[in-house]
């Protein structure tokens, strides 16, 4: 059976990206890969919109998420943290197991902090060294828009806005220096489309100032040891080599479709993914939504685990669940990274499909699907690039 | 032309793992992903001899390194660590960057600590709670046998043998339960013959019971958070799922080939190297030998740049250079790992031809290769199962 990843990380691997892995091993000190990881730097750049060196670790996301607490703040230090979310609340938990004084915006998991509640609590703190925020929150699908909170944080403190960018990078606009973000983390299984293993840390002047002065405790993921390797194109521990081969790979192809292109693919996708659950009568959760992952209640009255296993094992696709308390009521649809319109067709008609069996009986068949072409068609062509033939191809033995 | 490693990480990678880390990636909570990764967990304890839980970490060795400073200490305690080169310096520096009082045992590089040294500076401070040695030091090719420091440690105090098996673990005898090792951790790009980013580390009871009073701050390399979803078969973070696909594939060829056999290759196989070196003149450094990685002097007089760029542009063979104050003073020939009895030939011929065309003229060409073949024909003929057609192949075409 062939099978497809729908979950939000990880997340399909181009088939030249997975085989570049498989290339010899080089050594990270011969010069094969100090020239890739050398492009690799520049195009994450143009990846995080940013002049800044972008710093790539060695671990899942929750690394870079950890470096950017233990390396900016210092014991005691006030710390502001939107909690909207799994990975919202997460960076509540790193702070707190720091030491760090972690105030904590909580909201109903399903919606977005307003820059009015950031500001309230700026207000009332007056001495927060750091805001941290979730661009894309994968738990629940919901976005949030960073350009605003870092307006209000600037405006309102001297504090620095930190923003989880592992659902965003890739998929949601993002401009690291025009906007004002102080640091921007992402992760490797995302948008980026290579295995996990790799997390991206970028930090403005500002924020390099707080590391200048951090006292929390660190080694492994010491931003001061990254800046001096880098300062060589190295970096302070063996990186991941197969990664950033792959790394390399992906990149190239970022560059080639363009981010413009990828963010406004990203839309489309989302939006076709909504309108095709909601045409077979689907309730969407959260909102605003993320382009990322769309998450959706499960209809009323089905049997969950069936429908599930209807989707995974006859059609062969994997969607992800929902976490904590949303555990049994919604699952999530991942359009992140590597997917284009056939995929989207594809996943709805799954649903369609799987749906059906279990009894869920509101929609027709194909209403999901129309309603996914429908978006298609009201978005503006690309130009296709193509050169030589373009009759259809004749068959050849 | 074809490129060789002889570097003691990454070190090469067999053909059929880099191909399994091109597979379609899969979700690390898939039950095809469950079921590898509980082999591969079974996999570690016999490749660490022990009955304890081996966790995965996504990181350098320096993560797993990491991991075991936080996780077993809290701020101030006492803690002896062996200086012997680069990377039993790192305890220390790991340590003191998280507020332990580390004590130096600092030993000229290119020897071995005594049993004396550790057990007079344990009478010295009797509220030790740790001791970190290396197994086989890295920078220098010395091995340490930590199965008498073992004894040592335990009869001297109540503290915990934290050894850094990076480059002796699949290299070296370890009987991590049976030797009273109470921490052992390694990492991927040695001895498991799979791209760098992966580490492992495994605890006995008792260096549990100080994980449970442990106040160092972590998070990402929390063992508590490692050994709790590990009751689920699962890790706190997604792991670099493409490097356990591989590491697999490498563990069922460590268990065909035995734990004991590859031991012994390795044993034969650095012999070879040694006796090889010494027949073409040149002086090893350090005692005694890792069966890892040999360390040779540069011979006096020679141009070592062009010498290494002899050997690296026009044979295709990478060894490593010294580290610190050893970096114009020796280079490292590895044999860890994915190498066999021809591949040793190769970079001993490649050294001769190199050493020739720099003008070093101790030695007639063929000496080095000579002595590497009387190696190995002192030792015992592995037996060769093979099935099928045991004459010569004709051609076919």
Redesign the interface.
């Known amino acids: 059976m062939k ?1 497809r ?1 729908f ?1 939000p ?5 181009p088939e030249n990206v ?2 570049a ?8 000190r ?1 010069p094969e890969f100090i020239e890739i990881f050398s492009r690799v730097n520049e195009n994450l750049k143009y990846l995080f919109q940013t002049k800044q060196d972008v710093y790539t670790l ?6 870079a998420m ?1 470096a950017a607490v ?1 390396n900016l703040l210092s014991f005691g230090d006030k710390a502001i943290f939107v909690n909207g979310g799994k990975f919202g609340e997460r960076w509540g ?2 702070c707190r ?3 760090v004084d972690a105030i904590e915006i909580k909201i109903e998991w399903g919606r977005a902090v307003t820059p009015e509640e950031v500001r309230d609590e700026l207000k009332k703190h007056r001495d927060v060294k750091a805001v941290f925020v979730t661009h894309s929150e994968t738990s629940t699908g919901v976005f949030t828009d960073v350009k605003e909170l870092a307006e209000v944080v600037h405006e309102n403190s001297d504090a620095v806005i930190v923003v989880d960018g592992i659902t965003s990078v890739g998929a949601h606009e993002l401009y690291m220096d025009d906007w004002g973000l102080d640091v921007v983390i992402t ?1 490797s ?1 995302k948008g980026l489309m290579i ?3 790799l997390s991206f840390i970028a930090l403005s002047e500002k924020a390099w100032k707080m590391v200048e002065k951090s006292n ?7 931003l001061k040891k990254a800046r001096k390797a880098l300062q060589n194109g190295d970096t ?8 950033i081969v792959a790394l390399d790979v992906a990149l190239k192809m970022i560059k080639d479709e363009g981010l413009e292109n990828i963010w406004k693919r990203h839309e489309k996708l989302s939006k076709a993914v909504r309108e095709g659950c909601k045409a077979i009568g689907l309730k969407l959760f959260g909102n605003p939504p993320s382009h990322a992952v769309t998450a959706v209640y499960f209809p009323d009255g089905i049997d969950k685990k069936e429908f599930q296993k209807v989707l ?1 094992y006859k059609y062969g696709i ?1 969607v992800a669940g929902g976490q904590e308390h949303l555990k049994d009521k919604i699952f999530r649809i991942s359009h992140l990274g590597y997917y284009d319109e056939i995929d989207i067709v594809g996943v709805i008609s799954a649903l369609e499909m799987a749906l059906a069996e279990v009894g869920f009986d509101e929609f027709k068949l194909g209403d999901g699907v129309k309603a996914v072409q429908k978006v298609f068609a009201e978005y503006e062509k690309i130009e296709v690039k193509q050169g030589g033939n373009d009759e259809f191809l004749s068959c050849c033995h």
């Open positions: 099978k990843l979950t990380g990880p997340t399909p691997i997975a085989l892995m498989a290339q010899p091993i080089i050594h990270h011969n060695t671990s899942s996301g929750t690394g950890e233990a938990e790193i197991a720091y030491g992760g299984q295995p996990p293993g929390l405790p660190k080694y492994y993921f010491s302070p521990w063996t990186p991941a080599i197969a990664l995974k994997t």
